[in-house]
């Protein structure tokens, strides 16, 4: 597996990583536990030393299960969680995730002693604030996390779905290593103001959902259904209405899937790794064979003339419905 550098922080980390939400949450039926360690442990020993997981996920069986996976290899591996939520409140969204947002400096350190346990480990590589919080400055949640690198329990920290705005000021307070937001052929708001941000302050970028939950690897139609268990049944891209034209983008990467002869994984990974050196897209699976096909998009190439082409030709193509139910969409670009 290439490695990848994330921005100016010399954090090396395979140039794909694993997103390992789905494992737990939002995108069932799950694996038995011991299968998704051997996956896991698959995924290292095929070069994969990027993980991403979050105290919320679950909550907390999501790092759980990455502490006893990892736990053998735990030298090798970069491990990426997340802080930024009141899990003691019981207020949930409709499809189960807290929405009580809080990175209040005991907040933040309770968060960090139990994503600690809970993943075996004396230290974070990557501790990135999950939604920025109204009600705390970032320059406090920046102080905060300061100090939890001068105590060596986090290495590097980083924002998920942050504002520019925010992201220059906590920069300010405490550098940031990696900002992690959304992003893919079927989700490009990035382009306009993030990205040039992040280039400009030497800041790495973790698009989460690369493949648009699925959507590009080709799996769907415009006939699809999602059981309501599925957090895509709950996302207005995904409604029968809106896919039935969204789709058109899907036919669009399995066109170019076919003339450069690979999957449109492969075509959407690859495409979102030609965009800037220190882009590190995190795919989630559950099957090791998808880990195998996303890691081969590293060796796929465009050209400039073809990535031309496929700009011009992703502008054309107008995605309807938003990306997120609007009780989660309101917690982004703060």
């Known amino acids: 597996m290439k490695k990848r550098i994330l921005g100016n922080s010399g954090l090396s980390v395979s140039a794909i990583g694993l997103g390992c939400m789905g494992m737990t949450q939002s995108y069932p039926p799950y694996l038995e536990k011991s299968k998704s360690i051997a996956l896991i442990r698959q995924a290292v020993e095929l070069g994969v030393t990027f993980f991403d997981t979050a105290e919320v996920y679950g909550p907390f069986t999501n790092e759980e299960l990455l502490g006893e996976a990892l736990e053998p290899y735990r030298d090798d591996v970069v491990i990426a969680t997340k802080f930024g939520y009141d899990l003691g409140n019981n207020k949930n969204d409709a499809s189960g995730r ?42 406090e949640v920046a102080g905060t996390i300061r100090e939890l690198m001068d105590e060596g329990k986090v290495l590097n920290w980083g924002l998920s779905e942050a504002a520019t705005s925010t992201i220059r000021r906590a920069h300010t307070v405490c550098p940031i290593t990696a900002v992690q937001s959304e992003y893919s052929m079927w989700y490009r708001k990035a382009e306009d103001e993030l990205i040039p941000t992040l280039e400009e302050l030497g800041i ?54 076919a003339n450069k002869n690979v999957t449109s994984a492969k075509v959407a990974l690859s495409w979102l790794l030609a965009q800037k050196p220190w882009i590190v897209p995190i795919p989630g699976t559950k099957k090791v064979e998808r880990i195998k096909e996303n890691m081969g998009a590293a060796d796929v190439i465009f050209t400039k003339e073809e990535l031309m082409d496929i700009s011009k030709k992703l502008k054309s193509i107008k995605i309807i419905g938003e990306r997120y139910p609007e009780d989660q969409e309101k917690l982004t670009g703060k």
């Open 98 to 139: 807290p929405v009580s947002l809080s990175s209040r400096p005991e907040t933040i350190r309770q968060a960090i002693e139990g994503s600690l346990k809970r993943l075996r480990t004396d230290h974070i590589d990557l501790y990135y604030q999950h939604r920025v919080d109204p009600n705390v400055p970032i320059e």
């Open 204 to 257: 790495g970028f973790v698009p989460f959902s690369p493949l648009g939950k699925a959507v590009l690897t080709g799996r769907f139609n415009k006939d699809t259904k999602f059981d309501k268990t599925d957090f895509r049944s709950q996302i207005p891209r995904f409604n029968p209405e809106n896919l039935s034209s969204n789709i058109a983008l899907a036919d669009y990467v399995s066109e170019i899937a």
